[in-house]
Nanobody
Framework: QVQFVESGGGLVQPGGSLRLSCVCV??????????MAWYRQTPGKERELVAG????????YYLASVKGRFTISRDQAVNTMYLQMDSLKADDTAVYYC?????????WGQGTQVTVSS
């Protein structure tokens, strides 16, 4: 059973930074084998793809509103995805999740709450 465990969220002031981590604890799923992404969701809205990274790390994708502020990466050795978030804005407030890009999605983790507020 694939399980993602997201962490690193919290309360931060506008302009601040956070680094999110997503550990995949299932031995049969290696994050380096898939195009992976970070998603976010706020109450009443659909989950949206924020940043994606191809399995060979050759290409990345960013939502226009986060481009230049967020950086997605992976560490194959520890089967973990990261999202470095800088210059955070109130609109970045959401629960953040990681998962593969292609459907069917793996089971979703619990996510990590990011709140940007003064």
């Amino acid at each position: 059973q694939v399980q993602f465990v997201e962490s690193g969220g919290g309360l931060v002031q506008p302009g601040g930074s956070l680094r999110l981590s997503c550990v995949c604890v299932a031995s049969e799923f290696t994050v380096s084998d898939y195009t992976m992404a970070w998603y976010r969701q706020t109450p009443g809205k659909e989950r949206e793809l924020v940043a994606g990274l191809t399995n060979n790390n050759a290409q990345s994708y960013y939502l226009a509103s986060v481009k230049g502020r967020f950086t997605i990466s992976r560490d194959q050795a520890v089967n973990t995805m990261y999202l470095q978030m800088d210059s955070l804005k109130a609109d970045d407030t959401a629960v953040y999740y990681c998962n593969r890009v292609a459907t069917p999605f793996a089971p979703w983790g619990q996510g990590t709450q990011v709140t940007v507020s003064s």
